[in-house]
């Protein structure tokens, strides 16, 4: 006990054995670099086949890719993630504004620029679930929505091309160079530190609250049609997706061990494995959503060994997120 | 230890506050703080009885006139409540009420008639185009609902967030600006929302038919919203819950403070108000979408959280509610941060200025946000990055009064990390 107690204050004292470098070389840019490397392999797919089922493996795979950092809310991810994976969409958006490109045959999906400035409720990921997986979006091959999915699948590898220049490129420079005069946006190392920290608990909440609590709702009013990506089947897969991202993060950023981090990912593991429907449409059902809430309490207990094993260790509180507010 | 403890030790010390640490002294720090949310309240309550006063002489007496007053007089009572917005993070007493007085968006078709392109029920919500005022026997749910009486009862109990649905309001400021002005039906072209005082004409004349259901709607909404605005004041006057709870302890009334000032600014402000909308080129995704204020709404929220940094606020009335602030208690520890903070909360309220101005001159905010208008976008990302950038400068004050150990103390998971491995 007072050995430990000894060891902690030490590295309290130390807080730079953190390694944020490390975590950019080791997990996030290799991230980016597969994240670009699947969505240029979808537009390709859909290029050469536009039929839902001949994309959707390369649309699957473009996917688990990008929950590697799409859980990301900084630097070129701030903005750069809302228009790859618009979501939770609550007023229907992305439904109605597919709707108003088909109906018009929008012309936008000609050309690549000015389909980088639609809504982004038609641009991204859940553009894409909604299209491939929909049966109220069902297409032939040379018809309109065709194309669109061409123009989707184009957009997203031009955007995860530029996310990954920019990460590499810009970010990099700022997140490990706290301090140099050019650098607004981080002034010392645990600033830096704290802000990657502040990414590893937000995007554990957001899957705790909104991943599995939307489609949870209330236990007389349970929403599966609020599951992420719930056409798609991937509701499950992205909830494991983004606990197992934020353990790799974590690992990388600490170079110490992280036993309490590790039991608990293993704990949602487990819980995951007691659900049966992956995109959580079975929810309405009482047993089912027990299992629901124990894998949420089990992603929270994940977030709390975080604060724990690194916050706490290094002494620093998470800043602000984007998802602070409503 | 933290700074701050170190400060608070200091003050306890000196038996009181001495006259040389009163204006850096925590405790005088927040009573600032509360006297500044008691006025708000204070004059978002006076500004909404003015509002229902307007609102009686329209139903007393529908006109173009009174139609134009009763307008005015909620854009009158949006502006200090919009500043009062600041104490809603960091406040459980005022979030958990918050939704009762601003909730947005709404699904405006629950409460009224709406136009053909609005659409039907949705996946989301099946209750998205009821129509209440036109219909007196309602089914919510499944369940019957007995609505030929529309009373502030009803609204509150049985039509806000019917079937557990967010963006079912049925109260507050948006739902009054839904019946004072209707549905902006010009897109990202020019022109607000064009409801006729015909709306509220009695017998022949009433168009769009159940005026007097309308009428009705709208007073029990304005009583409605009086009533929360009235028990909101009480809790930041001098024997108030809201008051009592951020001068209990000290730090925690910093934390909140400083809560209040970053997640407005961040994630609530710049992401889910101003950058969202922009990204989703649609123009109901401005805040206040049926009366084309919204600049105003962003720059009296932006305001707001200068308000609580500088100790400082100007009343309806023009007078001024000042003292002990945090930005001389930040000055004191680092003047340089103090600047920093300050110079962004100055560069935010002229981005902010220069949306209002714009919108004055007749680029209303909506039209901002139609697809590709580079000028729209210039003007509000003005606003976003300035809100984003002004939130670092938040979180190293949090830093520098040695407030991150107390956000620590805050969490749960360290104040009892075995409950969370059973």
Redesign the interface.
Known sequence: MTRTLALALTLVASPALADVPNALTTHLLPGFHAFSTASTALAASARQDCRAEAVQPAYQAAFDAWMAVGDLRIGPS??GA??IA?WPD????TGRTLSRMIAASDPAVNDPA?FA?????ARGFFALDMLLYDPAFAYEPGSYPCTLVQAVAEDLAAQAEALETTWAGKFTEALTNPGAPDN??Y?TE??AL?AVYTQLLAGLEMTADSRLGRPM??F??PRP??AEAWRSGRSLRNVVLSVEAAQALAHALADWDLP?TD??VAQVHFAAGNIDDGSFQDVTDAVHRLHLEALQQAV??V???L??EI??RL???P???????? | MTTLTRRLGLIALALGPAPALADTDPAAIIATYADIAAAGYADSLTTAQALQQAVAALIAQPSDETLAAARAAWIAARAPYQQTEVFR?GNPIVDDWEGMVNAW?L?EGLIDYVDASYGGP???NELAALNVIATPQLTI?GIAVDASAITPALIANTLNEA??I??NVARGYHAIEFLLWGQDLNGTGPGAGNRPWTDYARGEACTNDNCDRRADYLQAATDLLVGDLDYMAAQWAPNGEARAAVQADPAAGLVAMLTGM????????A??RM??GL????PEEEHDCFSDNTHNSHYYDGLGVQNVYLGRYVRADGSVVEGPSLSALVAETDPALDAELRAKLDTTMAALGAIVTAAEGGFAYDMMLE??NARGEALIMGGVNGL??Q??S???V??ALGL??I??EG????DN?SA??Q
């Not at chain 1, 400035?117 to 409720?121: F, L, N, P, R, T």
């Not at chain 2, 990204?279 to 649609?282: E, I, R, Y």
């Open positions: 701030e903005q809302l228009s618009f609550d007023r229907g958006f000015t400035e639609v809504s982004i409720a607004a946006l002034l645990e600033e704290r709702g209330s007389e009013r049609r609020l309490q039991a608990a929270r207990a977030r709390a060994a604060e724990i916050g706490e002494g620093i509180a800043g602000f997120n984007s998802q602070d507010g409503d | 993070f968006p699904d949705t996946d989301a749910a079937d557990g967010e963006t970053g997640s407005l600014s961040y994630g609530e402000q992401g889910e950058r969202l990204m989703l080129n649609d697809t590709g984003i950038d939130t670092r938040i979180e190293r949090v830093t991150d150990g956000a620590f969490s749960d998971s360290l990390p969370v491995f």
